[in-house]
């Protein structure tokens, strides 16, 4: 396996997008089994594009391999939802350099048997990264496909020792007033929280996020450590993570505080749900040009062969 060789770039070529659009087109003409090889791809030859970026090195996991076209760069980095930093979709891109990311602590707390605070370059140790393709869908009905890079949240909450009380697990982000200017909005009851039940906090498809496209997470995508849940609406992963919570019971999140009958506490990806404003049948993929045709939204974002037992039993019109 190890013998198989990634297909080579022209130097004038190399930027992350392309070093790894490239790299996956090898692995479907491979057959993708044979992954693995591909460790470490984006190394520091990736760095050229942005000297201010930090590179982080992952391994490709190809349980999480898609056959999508990844999104761009560009577009995943300047096309946002970021509310602290206003609500435009380019404000982020435009304010959130302001974000102070070190030093960073983030405390696990409540229902677990060793609390503990970590810096986060602690946490950017405490398991290998992997690089893995995620779709995102925001209840806006557009959508991206993003490398992201991390590992599973089971990881960190394993070595914590939830407790049998924990039943859920709530997510904290940043407040920090002088650096953000969309906190004055009262749109949201700052900090922005969210939450998941445990068994989806424990799915292995639930991901700390460190970084995208080779390089540590931009501000703007929720620098330094944010949550990626792929089979839920994108306003499910908070980013700018500073505290976690074990729970016994379901934490009051703040789209459910805002809008309860708009954004549930679950937000699964369903395309039968119409959100009460606008359907959620189809969605508009990022970058595909103006004239692209819509497509079709999936179930669970397209991730129910995975997660779709942790429901059953659940009348998913009343959760939404
Ligand atoms: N702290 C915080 N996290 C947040 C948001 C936010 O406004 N504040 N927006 C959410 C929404 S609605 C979406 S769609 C995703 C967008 O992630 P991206 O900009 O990295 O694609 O972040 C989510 N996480
Ligand atoms: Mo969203």
């Not at 392309?18 to 044979?34: N, T």
Request: charged share 20%.
């Amino acid at each position: 396996m190890s013998r198989l060789k990634l297909p080579t770039i022209a130097p004038s070529e190399i930027t992350p997008e392309a070093v790894w659009q490239s790299r996956r087109a090898w692995l479907k003409q491979a057959g993708m089994g044979a992954l693995a090889a591909g460790a470490g791809a984006f190394g520091a030859s990736s760095l050229a594009q942005d000297a201010q970026a930090i590179g982080l090195s992952a391994t490709p996991n190809p349980d999480f391999l898609l056959l999508d076209q990844a999104t761009s760069e560009k577009d995943i980095t300047s096309y946002n939802n970021y509310y602290e930093f206003g609500t435009g979709k380019t404000d982020p891109f435009e304010n959130a350099h302001k974000l102070q990311t070190r030093p960073w602590a983030v405390s696990i707390e409540g229902e677990v048997a060793r609390p503990r605070t970590f810096d986060i370059d602690d946490l950017l140790k405490l398991a290998p990264m992997e690089e893995r393709l995620y779709r995102l869908r925001c209840v806006e009905a557009w959508s991206m496909v993003i490398p992201w890079i991390g590992y599973s949240l089971s990881t960190l909450l394993k070595a914590v020792e939830p407790t049998s009380k924990a039943k859920f697990v709530e997510f904290t982000t940043v407040v920090q007033k002088e650096n953000m200017p969309g906190v004055k909005s009262r749109i949201i009851d700052w900090p922005y929280v969210e939450g998941l039940r445990m068994d989806e906090a424990m799915h292995p498809l639930t991901m700390l996020v460190f970084g995208v496209y080779g390089k540590q997470l931009p501000n703007q995508n929720g620098a330094p450590m944010r949550l990626a849940v792929p089979w839920k609406y994108g306003f499910k992963s908070g980013k700018s993570i500073v505290r976690i919570r074990l729970l016994e019971s379901m934490p009051l999140t703040s789209w459910v505080k805002i809008a309860p009958q708009e954004y549930g506490f679950y937000a699964n990806v369903n395309p039968e749900v119409p959100h009460p404003r606008w359907s959620q049948a189809t969605e508009r993929r990022i970058g595909g040009g103006f004239f692209a045709p819509r497509i079709d939204t999936q179930m669970y974002n397209g991730y129910a062969e995975q997660v779709a037992s942790l429901y059953a039993g659940l009348d998913l019109r009343e959760n939404y």
